[in-house]
């Protein structure tokens, strides 16, 4: 017999998603081992000898389960899509990275919307991007916002005490905001660090003053800061950056 782990980690292995997103695609029906579809949660499989399908494509994580796995910081610029293939044809992450990266299972360490920049983290290690990417472990994301309008104290202490986005009636998480700098009476710099991903929060926070964010970009996610990279280029992170990350998730 060999070697078993859980499916929603070996389809993470194979480069296709997050754990997380694995977990999703179980429960919606469309992930199958042997040519049965699975639907519960924790199953593990052989990795010698079972055969996983996602939405009837064959995948195989075999070749990375041996592997180092690379950990890498891109800055993404605006119109960039944060996904590995656009039906669209718009540009992607993937388009981004050298040919010795194109294809070794790199997914992205959560989301930046087609109209934000900045850091993102890249990996193959499924573990890795789980722990990144769970709500459960709170890791910080650090944003700097230009916006038009008018910023009042009053703005800044309903976002830090946690505000309601009433279009779909959720109670965020206090939100610590920081105004950097104003450029007149109706454009400012802020600083927002979240400990929560709501899709498009930042937006839709601002929205609620009706401030129009002008530019979007996160420059640190947990330990990890975007740093001197320029739109388009990347780094690798480091052991040591890597092992912060690992040590503030664990608490």
């Known amino acids: 017999m060999g070697q078993k782990i859980r499916i929603n980690r070996y389809i993470a292995r194979s480069g296709l998603c997050s754990r997380r997103k694995a977990d999703e695609l179980i429960l919606k029906g469309v992930v199958s081992v ?14 010698e000898k079972d055969v996983v399908v996602v939405q009837g494509e064959k995948i195989d994580a075999r070749p990375l389960l041996n592997k180092n796995f690379t950990y890498i910081a891109i800055y993404k610029p605006i119109r960039v899509v944060t996904t590995l ?20 299972g790199l997914v992205p360490v959560g989301r930046l919307d ?19 990417t769970h709500p459960k472990f709170h890791l910080p994301k650090v944003y700097v916002v230009e916006l038009r309008g008018v910023v009042k104290q009053e703005h800044i202490e ?12 959720y109670k965020l998480a206090p939100t610590y905001v920081e105004i950097l700098k104003k450029y007149s009476k109706d454009r400012f710099l802020l600083k927002f660090i979240l400990m929560q991903g709501i899709n498009r929060q930042i937006r839709r926070m ?12 996160r420059i640190k ?12 280029e990347f780094r690798y992170i480091t052991k040591k950056e890597i092992e912060q990350c690992i040590k503030q998730v664990q608490g």
């Open 221 to 232: 996610h947990g330990p990890i800061a975007l740093g001197n990279l320029r739109p388009g």
């Open 114 to 132: 087609y109209f934000s920049e900045g850091l993102l983290i890249l990996s193959n290690d499924g573990d890795f991007v789980y722990k990144m």
């Open 34 to 47: 042997n040519g049965k579809v699975v639907k519960e949660l924790g199953v593990q499989i052989d990795v």
């Open 85 to 104: 293939f656009d039906p669209q044809k718009r540009r992607t992450i993937k388009d981004l990275l050298p040919k010795n990266l194109k294809n070794i």
């Open 158 to 169: 309903i976002m830090k005490n946690g505000m309601t986005l009433e279009d779909i009636d």
């Open 206 to 217: 601002c929205q609620v003053f009706k401030w129009k964010v002008l530019k979007l970009k």
